[in-house]
């Protein structure tokens, strides 16, 4: 899995790539997700949705919730989870 290896950040590749497929988001809306937006302990992610689609709550699938943790070792004063 080139994700996991070949890049510069690869645990933040790897998730973004795995929330992008598993909740279908766009790269707006993967660019868009806070660390607020990121529940660990109830396992679940809140999408705000582009084009008019309905925003809403995501659980977490096997794995993710992993790949979040691994991902979530930014700064506290940002709260972007993924930076455009």
């Known amino acids: 899995m080139a994700a996991k290896s070949a890049t510069r950040n690869p645990a933040r590749d790897y998730c973004a790539i795995l929330l992008m497929f598993r909740h279908g988001l766009r790269a707006s809306e993967l660019i868009g997700l806070k660390l607020s937006d990121i529940s660990l302990e109830l396992r679940e992610v809140y999408v705000r949705r582009a084009k008019g689609s309905d925003s809403g709550v995501h659980p977490f699938h ?4 992993a790949a979040e943790r691994e991902t979530m070792n930014v700064p506290a004063e940002v709260d972007t989870l993924f930076a455009s």
């Open 62 to 65: 096997n794995g993710e919730s």
